[in-house]
């Protein structure tokens, strides 16, 4: 059973930084791609971040670069997504998700790509 859990998030003032962390289990790992998303209150849910599952190879989407970075942990079976200079509009509920088949060649920033959420992690940036 493919189980993806998200942790780390919580309310942090304007600039301030968080590490999130996603936890996976019930699937080879290092064959995927993983991604990062986010779904603030009445918006659809949003492409963050991805890592593909060779090589490390990474894409950001414009709103976030510079200040998060995804990486992963292919021992501990785990995504992280480190997150500084917090700004207000950074608040969401932050999903990571796992691409809905292996050894991909190619990036996907939509989450119609994905097939396994985990629950969610809340991020709350007060200005």
């Known amino acids: 059973q493919v189980q993806l859990v998200e942790s780390g998030g919580g309310l942090v003032q304007a600039g301030g930084s968080l590490r999130l962390s996603c936890a996976t289990s019930?699937?080879?790992?290092?064959?995927?791609?993983m991604g990062w998303f986010r779904q603030a209150p009445g918006k659809e849910r949003e492409f963050v971040a991805v890592i593909n599952w060779t090589y490390g190879n990474v894409y950001y989407t414009d709103s976030v670069k510079g200040r998060f970075t995804i990486s992963r942990d292919n021992a501990k079976n785990t995504v992280f997504l480190q997150i500084n200079n917090l700004k207000p509009e950074d608040t969401a509920i932050y999903f990571c998700?796992?691409?809905?088949?292996?050894?991909?060649?190619?990036?996907?920033?939509?989450?119609?790509?994905?097939?396994?959420w985990g629950q969610g992690t809340q991020v709350t940036v007060s200005s």
């Open positions: 998700g796992r691409r809905n088949f292996a050894y991909s060649s190619t990036f996907s920033l939509s989450p119609r790509d994905y097939d396994s």
């Open positions: 019930g699937f080879t790992f290092n064959r995927y791609d």
